[in-house]
């Protein structure tokens, strides 16, 4: 949970009735999350990797993210790796997300990690960016669909790059330096990244932004290019949109927060963060939830009639990228003088007899 | 033919089972509910620690440390591990302050340097494992500035001004970490005035510095590979248990007992990186014994291997020899794994964890200390080695 963010009033119990939300959801669908009402059902091996991921980073052993780690390890293909859903042949995306799950559950078995790494290598195209898919001969994939499916994505690509990490593949092995050669040239003009599965640049520029920071394939100018245009991008209401709306909306204001704060402190950006950070707090539900918006696309594919912006009803996906974006605002210090206040308080010792 | 998958998964689930079952047969584990409740309050005092002591890093340091840059590609791991980094060397630090006697100072500032004097070892680990990195530690805290932070409370600020010079980045952080470190330390010697247990401690944290650097620059000719990967994992729990002394401001010297932590930690990481070191081609002692090596083979073997990947990396080649190892080593894993298998390498270290852990007990009964420091310090003990393998 958050630690250090005195400056983020209301963060705190946002965030935990964040969780609670998602522990219900999960206790009515037998420990995975479901969302996106799409042709083949709703999400569940994507969507609970996504979200024991969010969960496990703000609440550390949680036991709602360690249940879904434990169906995920059950739930994972004979040849390794995990779908959309159990009807829905293996994909990079959830296979990453598979793989992120896993490296925060206990006693994990390296068997199970290994098939699935091996499944998500197969995504790696001569681009060195990750696709979703890589066969369209097997189901649901008939010939149908545009090539964006096979396509590699710079937010795929950054998932898996996170995976690969997470379980001990060499930064500078071939297979991630080449993913990050696609990621720096996958760039859009104004500096961040866009992606052919979501509505807006929000979610793919903060991955793909952590992603290739860590790889050091970001310089502090192009931070601050991101930053400035993300700030830029900000709607009147303090929050953002994905889709050019007026007011904002929780999901891309989560990741605008999380991409900002992988900058360097800077007063414009940190009052975009504050103004942000409020934004997402006054905007809960009462049930602890954030509303959902159009932001998941899928692309053309008319044969199957499932084209088109998708939100994530059951508001899960939407709840763990938002808790996850509160808690890393709370856990960093915005206000230099608190800060410096509560060192000089911690400082000064003294001796005193204890009751041992 | 088993695949090189399975017989890496056997020797990850052999290492785990043969610990636990030894600890077990000891009457040492920890129930399932137990150990989940410990590490949780573990996870707590963590950050809490972290909240307190975070501001005293400065702004900048403590907003990195707690961002998603905070260790690079690392950061999930880092991010997941701080609390409990922090919480193990806060709790060994009080736990070896209370054996040792004496009253604490409050706040328990020999627990806190403890904690942050763990962090500090981490990522002085962390970031001498890079060519690159090494360098510029070595650059901000060469050894003759440790020396000088130990003698000379003004240092500290002379430090702090040096990094805000610096942009915000691990290195950062790390000096930062330091500087806390000794601010807390003077602060415990102006309290207590015991010369003898600051002379020990600056003798203990240089002795860890060299023992780390040791590792980095091994001597081909080393007689004993083996001794400087020990000081490099127990020399850490003695600089502890001079703070630990430091801030008991007792003549009881809890040395011995730390070094025999150490031990117990040292065994602990071989084990617990078997199937990992057998994928990456790392020496481990239990691979090393299940070849039948004799010590001084060993430390060829670990120079050799050091020595190789310290040309790679002057070459510029650490790439290649990463492809290297994934393409040329398959087979060579699978000898290595299965030779521990059929050897009873791993049964033989988990024993030596399970005596390690008793003499510690032992060492614990020797000492006129409360019962209940005693009883914590064991249970702490136990309850990370059972972390660590998890």
Not at chain 2, 299 to 320: E, P, V
């Amino acid at each position: 949970m958050t630690g250090a963010g005195e400056s983020h009033v209301g963060v705190e119990p946002a965030v935990a009735r964040g969780l609670g939300f998602l522990a219900g959801a999960a206790r009515e669908a037998d420990g995975l999350w479901q969302d996106f009402q799409l042709a083949p059902g709703p999400s569940t091996d994507w969507v609970s990797g996504f979200a024991a991921v969010a969960i496990a980073g703000v609440a550390p052993g949680a036991p709602e993210a360690q249940r879904a780690i434990a169906a995920l390890t059950r739930r994972a293909r004979r040849a390794g790796g995990w779908g959309y859903n159990e009807h829905v042949q293996i994909d990079g995306d959830s296979t990453a997300w598979g793989l992120l799950a896993l490296a925060e559950g206990r006693q994990v078995s390296p068997l199970t990690v290994r098939k699935a790494l091996d499944a998500l290598v197969r995504h790696q195209g001569d681009t060195g960016g990750f696709a979703t898919y890589i066969s369209p001969d097997g189901p649901p994939a008939r010939g149908a669909f545009r090539a964006d499916w096979f396509a590699p994505q710079p937010c795929v690509t950054a998932a898996a790059v996170m995976a690969l990490l997470a379980h001990g593949e060499p930064p500078d092995g071939a297979a991630i330096r080449n993913a990050a050669a696609f990621l720096a040239r996958a760039r859009c003009a104004w500096g961040g990244w866009s992606s052919c599965w979501w509505t807006g640049p929000r979610y793919p520029t903060y991955h793909a932004a952590l992603v290739l920071g860590w790889l050091g394939g970001l310089s502090s100018a192009d931070r601050d290019a991101i930053a400035r245009a993300t700030v830029a991008a900000a709607c009147a209401d303090g929050g953002w949109s994905d889709r050019g709306a007026e007011l904002g909306e929780p999901f891309a204001t989560a990741l605008a927060i999380r991409t900002l704060l992988l900058g360097d402190p800077d007063p414009e950006v940190d009052a975009a963060i504050r103004r942000g950070v409020r934004w997402l707090v006054a905007a809960q539900c009462a049930d602890g939830a954030w509303r959902s918006t159009p932001m998941l696309r899928v692309p053309d594919v008319t044969e199957h009639g499932i084209a088109g912006e998708f939100a994530d009803d059951g508001r899960c996906f939407t709840t763990a990228t938002v808790i996850g974006a509160l808690d890393q605002a709370g856990r960093q210090p915005r206000d230099p003088d608190a800060s410096r206040r509560a060192g000089a308080a911690a400082a000064p010792g003294r001796a005193a007899e204890t009751s041992r | 033919m088993w695949s090189t998958q399975f017989v890496v998964q056997e020797l990850w689930l052999r290492s785990r089972r043969c610990l636990l079952s030894a600890l077990d047969d000891a009457g040492l584990a920890p129930g399932e509910a137990a150990f989940a409740s410990y590490m949780r309050d573990q996870g707590a005092l963590g950050r809490s620690v972290l909240a307190r002591l975070g501001p005293g890093l400065g702004t900048v340091e403590h907003r990195y440390l707690m961002s998603e840059r905070m260790a690079g590609t690392a950061n999930r791991r880092f991010a997941r591990r701080l609390p409990f980094g922090l919480a193990f060397g806060h709790e060994c630090g009080r736990y070896l302050r209370q054996v040792a006697g004496g009253a604490a100072v409050v706040p328990d500032l020999a627990a806190d340097g403890a904690a942050l004097f763990n962090v500090a070892a981490s990522l002085f680990d962390r970031l001498t494992d890079r060519a690159s990195e090494a360098a510029a530690v070595k650059a901000l805290l060469p050894r003759d500035r440790l020396a000088r932070l130990c003698g000379d409370r003004s240092e500290v600020e002379a430090l702090r001004t040096e990094l805000g010079a610096l942009a915000a980045s691990e290195l950062r952080v790390f000096g930062a970490v330091i500087a806390e470190l000794f601010r807390i330390a003077h602060e415990l010697r102006a309290i207590r005035g015991d010369p003898a247990a600051w002379r020990g401690f600056v003798d203990d944290l240089l002795g860890a510095y060299d023992a780390q650097l040791a590792t980095l620059q091994p001597d081909l000719a080393a007689p004993d590979a083996t001794a400087i990967s020990r000081a490099k994992s127990v020399t850490p729990f003695l600089v502890t248990a001079q703070l630990a002394a430091l801030g008991a401001g007792t003549a009881v010297d809890p040395r011995g007992l730390a070094e025999a932590i150490g031990d117990v930690f040292w065994r602990v990481d071989d084990l617990v990186d078997l199937h990992a070191d057998a994928r990456t081609g790392q020496l481990n002692s239990v691979q090393l014994r299940a070849a039948g090596r004799t010590a001084d083979r060993a430390a060829g073997h670990a120079a050799g291997h050091a020595a190789g990947r310290a040309a790679d990396r002057a070459a510029g080649h650490a790439a290649g020899h990463a492809a290297g190892h994934a393409a040329g080593h398959a087979d060579d894993v699978r000898t290595a794994a299965v030779a521990v298998l059929r050897s009873d390498g791993v049964e033989a270290v988990a024993a030596e964890i399970v005596a390690g852990i008793t003499a510690v007990a032992a060492r614990l009964a020797a000492l006129e200390a409360p019962a209940a420091a005693r009883s914590a310090l064991l249970a702490w003990l136990v309850m990370y080695v059972v972390d660590w393998i998890q």
